[in-house]
């Protein structure tokens, strides 16, 4: 795992831990508070899926990469 995607997740991390904590301490009625939590979690989702998009390009690249390199040795 790249320095870059440690960082990605890290923040990613400490962003749903701190909007969790800011719901939860908020003096709100319950409805509102569960719709908040869903959009939380649903933010949260779409960030994994952009991650994880972006982890499946460089895992390409990188099996894109070896497979060139295979190829030249065996020239």
């Given at each position: 795992?790249?320095?870059?995607?440690?960082?990605i997740l890290g923040m990613l991390a400490a962003a749903a831990a701190?909007?969790?904590i800011g719901v939860l301490?908020?003096?709100?009625?319950?409805?509102?508070?569960?719709?908040k939590i869903?959009?939380?979690?649903?933010e949260v989702m779409e960030d994994v899926s952009e991650l994880l998009a972006l982890g499946k390009?460089?895992?390409?690249?990188m099996y894109k990469g070896a497979t060139e390199a295979a190829q030249e040795m065996e020239s």
């Open positions: 795992m790249t320095s870059n995607t440690k960082i701190g909007a969790s301490m908020a003096p709100e009625k319950g409805s509102d508070l569960r719709r869903k959009d939380g979690i649903d390009d460089e895992m390409q690249n």
